[in-house]
């Protein structure tokens, strides 16, 4: 340990830390990742929805990608993508 409100004398001690210290400690640490889930849940999530189609007799399948965060009722299209073309009596 060689953070100086830790050393005395420049020495880190062999005694444990005070039960008040860890209790500070502990919190503090819960709610470090409680601050980091919380970002991540403002940030929203990310869909990724596949949808089948035939038109004239041809079937494609494709992928949109939306970004939503219910709470603000936001709803945006990040990305649609054509995965593919076949014919709609083609087995799979």
């Known amino acids: 340990m060689s953070h100086p409100q830790i050393q005395v ?3 880190a001690p062999d005694k444990p830390l005070d039960s008040a210290v860890i209790s500070c400690l502990t919190l503090f ?4 990742k ?4 919380d ?3 403002v ?13 004239d ?5 494709n992928e949109a ?3 939503v965060k219910p709470w603000l009722n936001f709803k945006q299209l990040q990305e649609f ?3 593919d073309d076949e014919p709609a009596n083609a087995s799979a």
């Open 9 to 11: 004398d420049g020495v």
């Open 29 to 32: 640490s819960a709610m470090n």
């Open 34 to 37: 409680l601050k980091k889930m």
């Open 39 to 41: 970002l991540r849940v």
């Open 43 to 55: 940030a929203g999530t990310m869909c990724h929805i596949t949808l089948e189609a035939t038109d």
């Open 57 to 61: 007799g041809k079937k494609s399948k």
């Open 65 to 67: 990608k939306i970004w």
């Open 81 to 83: 993508k054509l995965f």
